[in-house]
């Protein structure tokens, strides 16, 4: 068993076939005690200024944590990705690619887990029955989503934290399984809230800490995380294993996003949606087609470096929700 280093969710059951530990790298940068130092430690090494906060993070976690192996996603992620994969190389660090065909070829697609299994010794049976160990889980935390817009007894904060985890399950599936029940079982127990403002949240999970409890302080409530809930692959969890990675709608192009945003839209009853993006990120240019295809009132934010949100952030997301309030009252 062996630690493998992730930059962005990727077909981890074929990490667990092969007895390895899967470690995100985006969730260990972020709860770091001072994920800021580790930006300035990228930013020593010749990182510069103007590269995106969580390429800097991940760099500067792999290099600390000793990870020897890591799997960067050369298509379908972050664009920043090839210089961060060459900078850990140099640095010692074994690079395993994996790509998503933009267009979600389905041949394309199973060349390239083919690929990637080899580099672990592991066989298609292998992968799909660790997939099915995993069901269970994904289908648990399901369950918790539900318990958030459903019936208002999860925070957005909680519902983006379990979902989120889903990409590694905490290195131990195990232990995040019980974990989650117990979770799931003591949510149950709390009493049904009415959300005044039921807001939806997309694009990359946010580097800014303290987004989800601001917006609670006036009165809205994120029910829906967007990338986060696509890393539980609930999408395709009832199909196989390919088909999965198929329908799981961040690697690939923003239409197959926009079209699954405006399914939870109506699902949800969503009132308005805080698109997300990463400061000199390119999805910063998808919000154009976002605000022009998602079916209610969207505000962009952005985020650079770990920290909270800034006065600026603060007063849009303040008129943001004033104005979804008013229009809420005059329907």
Known sequence: MGEVGLTTTIPVEVILAAGDVPVDLN???ITDPDPEALVREAELAGYPRSACGWIKGIYATALRSGIGRVVAVTQGDCSQTHALMETLEAAGVEIIPFAYPYDRDRVLLEQQMLRFMERFSVDWQQAEQTRAELKPIRRLVSAIDKLTWQEGKVSGTENHYWQVCCS????????????????YDEAQQRPAQNVALRLGYIGVPPIIRDLYEFIETLGARVLYNEVQRQFTMIGGLEEDLLTQYQRYTYPYDVFGRIEDINRQVADRHLDGIIHYTQTFCFREIEDVLIRQR?????LAIQGERPATLDARNKLRIEAFIETLRIRAHNR
């Not at 998602?294 to 969207?298: L, R, T």
């Open 27 to 29: 969730n260990v940068f």
């Open 168 to 183: 590694d399950f905490n290195r131990d599936a195990a232990v995040f399984y019980e974990q989650a029940q117990q979770f």
């Open 294 to 298: 998602v079916n209610c009132p969207v």
